[in-house]
């Protein structure tokens, strides 16, 4: 009896032995070298499967890679999607990599979705730019700088997760310190905050004074504004059936 045992357990043993084998050949034929044109196609897939923006971090675990060659990789396929023949584009985002339809499709890419554009009132805007040029910043400094209590469009832009409390400031109340989000560099197609336009720039674009006489003023208490800014939305490549 206990002979007819031990031959049963070698024979399992034996069997599993072999299809682990098995398993590692179909693995290693499975990840067989590919050239520079497949690595670049396949960083293509990745993208399109993800959807969301990929880290290039995740991207160098997959491909058993550096980040130089990945990003060289990325450039690759910048390149060949740039063509007008082509209608999604690559765009870096934090240190991360997307795909996205190209901005000159975006009114169309709306209608396939159903989406409403997404908009922002001039408060909304004024209040993300503060932010996003005194970053990190308390409530109190944003109410300075716009002279209007801003809590309510804060409590907006928190909900649209363009901005974050990053932390609290070490004085009395201990107030919040808020800051851009990456998906306030995903909606404005911002790589890292340094693309942002600087001051000099912007302030070039400053309308003359009396020009904006006669408009009418910004509510922040959450009321509807007769004037709404349309935020330039980069749709991202649909995602592929798991």
């Known amino acids: 009896m206990t ?6 357990t070698e024979q399992m043993l034996e069997s599993v032995t ?7 050949v179909t693995t290693q034929e499975s990840q067989r070298v590919l050239s520079e044109t497949e690595r670049v196609a396949l960083l293509e897939a990745l993208l399109l499967a993800n959807g ?5 971090g995740r ?4 491909l058993g890679t550096t980040k130089a060659e990945i990003l060289a990789l990325a450039d690759r396929l910048q390149a060949a999607l740039a063509g007008e023949q082509r209608g999604i584009e690559l765009v870096v985002v934090s240190e991360k990599l997307q795909l996205r339809t190209k901005p ?3 009114e169309y890419v709306r209608q396939l979705m159903a989406v409403k554009p997404r908009k922002l009132s001039q408060a909304a805007l004024e209040t993300l730019a503060v932010i996003a040029y005194q970053q990190p910043v308390v409530k109190s400094e944003i109410d300075k700088i716009r002279s209007v209590d801003v809590a309510p469009t804060l409590k907006t832009l928190l909900e649209r997760k363009l901005i974050k409390i990053l932390g609290y400031q070490a ?3 201990q107030p919040a310190l808020y800051g851009t989000t990456e998906e306030f560099l995903q909606v404005f197609g911002l790589p890292s905050l340094s693309a942002l336009p600087s001051i000099n720039d912007l302030k070039a674009l400053v309308k003359e004074p009396g020009e904006a006489q006669g408009q009418s003023e910004e509510q922040e208490d959450g009321t ?3 004037d ?4 330039p939305v980069a749709e991202a490549a649909p995602s592929l059936p798991q």
Request: proline share 9%; charged share 25%.
């Open 3 to 8: 002979e007819k045992l031990e031959t049963q």
């Open 18 to 24: 072999l299809n682990q084998g098995e398993e590692m």
């Open 52 to 56: 969301d923006p990929l880290s290039i």
């Open 59 to 62: 991207i160098q675990e997959i």
């Open 104 to 106: 000159i499709f975006a």
């Open 171 to 173: 004085s009395v109340g």
């Open 224 to 226: 509807p504004q007769p």
């Open 228 to 231: 709404t800014v349309d935020v």
